[in-house]
C-alpha cells in the first residue's frame, strides 16, 4: 500500500536513488518495482533479533548518508530509532483509523513536498519471469489458458500459526468453507448460463493445505489448488 507515495517520490526527485527499509515479505513484494529503488534492508519485528538487527542496521544507514527519510509507520519507536540519521525525517502520526493507509503515506509525502502529488492506484509491476511461471504452474494443473480465471483467497496472513486458531482469532478473518463452496457454485452456473469457460482456483502456501484442501474437496472438483513456494510475482 505504500507504492503510491512510493511513485510520487520517484516523481518528486528525478534524480534520487531510493533504498527500502522492509520484510522479508515486504523486499519479495517489491523486487523489480523501480530501477532508482536499488536497496532492501531487512528488518524482523521478533524480540530479540530485533536488538541485533537496530544496531547494525543504524551503521549501516549512516554510511549511506541519506539526505532524507519518510517513515510509513506511526509507531514512535521509529521516529526514536531514526532519528539524526538524516537532515529530514517524515513520519506518519496518530492512529490506525484515521483514514485510509494509502491516503495517509500520501498525506505525509504532500506535506514534506508542499503540494499536492498525483494520487495512483496502488500497483505492483508483474516481470515476465512471473508471467511464465504462472503460466506454467496453470498449465501443470491442467487450467485452460483461454478460461476466464477467479482466484479465491480462502486464508489470511498467519493461517498458519496455531495461536490465532486456538484463541478463535480466525473468527473474523476467515469465510466459512461453506460460503466459498456456495460462491462456486454460483459463479459456475452464472459463467455456464452466459456461455463461459471459468475456473476457479486458489493459490495456497504449502502449509495451508490442511486448511485449503477439505474445501476444495468439497467443491467437488469445482475448484483447483494451486500450491507452491512462495513467489509473489507468479502469485
Known sequence: MITPAVDALLAAFPEAEFHLLTTVEGRRVMSGFHERLTRSF???RRFPRTLFLQRELVKEFKAESYDRIY???????????LRGLAPEIFAMTGSVDQGHFC????????????????????SVPVMELGVKQARTMLDEHGVDPEARLVGM???FS????SIFRGRGGACHRMWPASSFIRLAEILEARSRADGLNLALVIDA???????????????????????????????
Open 42 to 44: 531487512l528488518y524482523s
Open 71 to 81: 517513515i510509513f509507520e506511526t509507531k514512535p519507536f521509529y521516529r526514536k530509532w
Open 103 to 122: 491516503d495517509r503515506t500520501l498525506d505525509l509525502v504532500d506535506g514534506s513536498l508542499g503540494s499536492p502529488s498525483q494520487r495512483n492506484w496502488v
Open 153 to 155: 483467497h480462502p486464508t
Open 158 to 161: 498467519g493461517t498458519g500459526f
Open 205 to 235: 502456501l504449502p502449509e495451508e493445505k490442511k486448511f485449503v484442501q477439505p474445501l476444495v474437496d468439497a467443491s467437488g472438483k469445482k475448484i483447483t489448488l494451486l500450491m507452491a513456494p512462495p513467489d509473489f510475482q507468479r502469485y
